[in-house]
């Protein structure tokens, strides 16, 4: 008798053990995506706007939408094109590359636009983000083309010491005929 309520015991007390663990073990949640990082053209700042995307996080090979807005010291041209990227940490272009157009917007004014893009089937533990607000131009001109930018780290820590092309979130824009360069 006495084994048996040992045992009953000790069963008893292992179960309290094992889920007070489980209760306090913290459940690894996913950290939102925030578009914080600045783009660079030829030394000079680009415009940051907003971005936000859905599903958040990004599922691998389904539709993302981002979600683009800002408000804007340049117009924004009657050929005004939003465009969307992947990249992966050494900067080449992952998945498909989605546009869409921006309505005409007179500087000062809020503007706003919804792009879909499938994610690419393969994501890697850490990639970027990348939009842009582009008024495109014969022969492409960053310097001028490119109005309006942000980038979105992911997975990676983007602490004082990491960024990317030496500088912690900042994104250098070197070529629009690709558009999504670093």
């Given at each position: 008798?006495?084994?048996?309520?040992?045992?009953?015991?000790?069963?008893?007390?292992?179960?309290?053990?094992?889920?007070?663990?489980?209760?306090?073990?913290?459940?690894?949640?996913?950290?939102?995506?925030?578009?914080?990082?600045?783009?660079?053209?030829?030394?000079?700042?680009?415009?940051?706007?907003?971005?936000?995307?859905?599903?958040?996080?990004?599922?691998?090979?389904?539709?993302?939408?981002?979600?683009?807005?800002?408000?804007?010291?340049?117009?924004?041209?009657?050929?005004?094109?939003?465009?969307?990227?992947?990249?992966?940490?050494?900067?080449?272009?992952?998945?498909?590359?989605?546009?869409?157009?921006?309505?005409?917007?007179?500087?000062?004014?809020?503007?706003?636009?919804?792009?879909?893009?499938?994610?690419?089937?393969?994501?890697?533990?850490?990639?970027?983000?990348?939009?842009?607000?582009?008024?495109?131009?014969?022969?492409?001109?960053?310097?001028?083309?490119?109005?309006?930018?942000?980038?979105?780290?992911?997975?990676?820590?983007?602490?004082?010491?990491?960024?990317?092309?030496?500088?912690?979130?900042k994104i250098v824009v070197s070529?629009?005929?690709?558009?999504?360069?670093?």
């Amino acid at each position: 008798m006495n084994r048996h309520l040992f045992i009953h015991l000790f069963l008893l007390v292992a179960l309290f053990v094992t889920n007070a663990v489980n209760a306090a073990v913290p459940k690894k949640r996913p950290i939102p995506t925030i578009f914080d990082g600045r783009c660079r053209v030829n030394e000079t700042d680009v415009e940051q706007i907003r971005a936000n995307v859905n599903p958040d996080p990004v599922v691998a090979g389904k539709n993302v939408t981002f979600s683009v807005s800002g408000l804007l010291s340049q117009d924004i041209g009657d050929n005004g094109t939003v465009l969307v990227g992947f990249k992966d940490d050494l900067g080449f272009t992952i998945g498909n590359v989605a546009s869409a157009p921006v309505p005409p917007t007179k500087a000062g004014n809020e503007f706003s636009v919804d792009v879909t893009v499938e994610a690419p089937t393969v994501l890697t533990d850490s990639y970027l983000m990348q939009v842009l607000v582009v008024n495109p131009s014969n022969p492409p001109d960053p310097q001028k083309d490119i109005v309006g930018c942000t980038v979105a780290v992911v997975g990676t820590d983007d602490g004082p010491d990491s960024g990317l092309n030496g500088s912690p979130n900042k994104i250098v824009v070197s070529d629009i005929e690709s558009f999504l360069i670093l």
